[in-house]
């Protein structure tokens, strides 16, 4: 009986090692998507005066990092708080 109990100790354990060892992953591509964000969108605040068109394409390439950043913003919220 002992054993039953330590064994699904050790499960939770490894479950919540492996929640955190994700939440990690997430944190750190989280913060490379949002500092080349940040780099994209202040290339085209630059460039908005002398080529529009590579302004534009700049500010496209942000908002689809945006949206990325965005959906991993979900998965920890979702990793964080579990629904169950």
Do not use: C, G, H, W
């Not at 050790?10 to 490379?32: E, F, T, Y």
């Not at 964000?37 to 500010?59: G, I, M």
């Amino acid at each position: 009986m002992y054993f039953k109990y330590s064994l699904k100790f050790l499960i939770l354990q490894v479950i919540d090692a492996l929640k955190m060892r994700r939440a990690d992953l997430i944190k750190s591509r989280q913060k490379a998507l949002n500092k080349r964000y940040k780099e994209l969108v202040e290339q085209a605040y630059n460039l908005r005066q002398t080529d529009s068109a590579l302004s534009d394409f700049s500010e496209f390439n942000a908002l689809k990092l945006l949206d990325q950043i965005n959906k991993l913003k979900y998965l920890s919220r979702e990793i964080t708080n579990p629904t169950s």
